[in-house]
Nanobody
């Protein structure tokens, strides 16, 4: 089981940038996919981006392609989400998540997914 802790959520103006960080601890085998989801008030949790812990494999939701970039630092066991050109509709609680089956198992929230506690991102218009 992997433990995840997010940080970096703040209030930012539309058009601005923000970087979220996720620190992983515990077992993080090479098969893991690690990534980000978000949940806005009154809406379901949605996939944002995921990256493989070993090979260079990643995937994004269409809504963030070209604006958000996911990256990782294996030595530090950290995953980052660089968010540019932020929009008010990006406002949500952002959750770090991981799944031992890889990025597509994570994207589909398959069994075995671990979650962080979430960090609030608010984009003002």
């Amino acid at each position: 089981q992997v433990q995840l802790v997010e940080s970096g959520g703040v209030l930012v103006q539309a058009g601005g940038s923000l970087r979220l960080s996720c620190t992983a601890s515990g077992r993080t085998a090479n098969t893991y996919g690690v990534g980000w989801f978000r949940q806005a008030p009154g809406k379901e949790r949605e996939f944002v981006a995921a990256i493989s812990w070993s090979v260079y494999s990643l995937t994004y939701a269409d809504s963030v392609k070209g604006r958000f970039t996911i990256s990782r630092d294996n030595a530090k066991k950290m995953v980052y989400l660089q968010m540019n050109s932020l929009k008010p509709e990006d406002t949500a609680v952002y959750y770090c998540a991981a799944n031992p089956g890889g990025i597509y198992m994570l994207r589909d929230i398959s069994a075995g997914t671990s979650w962080g506690q979430g960090t609030q991102v608010t984009v003002s218009s």
